[in-house]
């Protein structure tokens, strides 16, 4: 069975421009984590999708970034314009339940290999 | 905003030795926590969890205590080996957040 995949493993852009990252969850898994690095700190999230709903978008950093996961499969994310802080390492994770308050359920979330976003 | 955060950026220890990684988290109202190891290049692998209910729980060569009164979590791993080298990272996951990382560094 596949793991969760990210791509691009690795994308330098311009200040200025736009990137848009993907992530491919692990087939049946309805929650999507999207997460990042930035300049080795600690690992803060972004968003929680469940299907192809927004369950918590309080981590999103400013409406440069914009998350998509229509369909409820795979998700992308939009930074557009990049700025030179959005350099880091973006992970997605996914699972089959819900990493979050329910408890009994199968929580184990599995993260994928991550881009590395590099503005220069 | 609430935290989790570890004690220690790096941990240096021999092959064959024990290694005890510390974490520290802040919200009182969290049950349910997960350790991660993330090796160069790769993404965080889940190691083992432990919920609130809990203040021990064992797998192969990991332990994870939980200290609910002094919010206080730790990884230890026994007869460390150099594949255990990696980034080792605490997870409070009610708000999935991680802290900044512990680097494990296993001397042969």
């Known amino acids: 069975e596949a793991g969760v995949t990210q791509f691009p493993s690795h994308s330098v852009i311009e200040k200025g421009q736009t990137v848009t990252l993907r992530c491919d969850p692990i087939?049946?898994?309805?929650?999507l984590y999207w997460y990042r690095r930035v300049m080795g700190k600690e690992i803060k999230f972004l968003l929680h999708?469940?299907?192809?709903?927004?369950?918590?978008e309080s981590g999103m950093p400013n409406n440069r970034f914009l998350a998509e996961r229509t369909g409820g499969t795979y998700s992308t994310l939009k930074v557009q314009p990049a700025e030179l802080e959005d350099s880091g390492v973006y992970f997605c994770?996914?699972?089959?339940?819900?990493?979050?308050?329910?408890?009994?359920?199968?929580?184990?979330?599995?993260f994928g290999q991550g881009t590395r976003l590099t503005v220069v | 905003g609430e935290s989790v955060g570890l004690h220690l950026p790096t941990l240096s220890v021999q092959e064959g030795d024990n290694s005890i990684i510390n974490c520290a988290y802040s919200?009182?109202?969290?049950?349910?926590f997960i350790w991660y190891k993330q090796e160069s290049g790769k993404g965080p692998q889940f190691i083992i969890d432990?919920?609130?209910?809990?203040d021990k729980r064992q797998g192969q060569r990991v332990t994870v205590l939980l200290n609910k009164t002094v919010k206080h979590l730790s990884l230890q791993i026994a007869a460390t080996q150099p594949g255990d080298s990696a980034v080792y990272f605490c997870?409070?996951?009610?708000?999935?957040?991680f802290g900044a990382g512990t680097r494990l560094t296993v001397k042969p």
């Open positions: 919200n009182s109202a969290s049950d349910y």
């Open positions: 997870a409070d996951n009610n708000d999935m957040r």
């Open positions: 432990i919920r609130s209910n809990m």
């Open positions: 087939s049946g898994h309805d929650n």
């Open positions: 999708f469940v299907k192809e709903s927004k369950q918590d």
């Open positions: 994770a996914s699972s089959q339940g819900w990493t979050g308050r329910l408890i009994g359920v199968n929580t184990e979330a599995f």
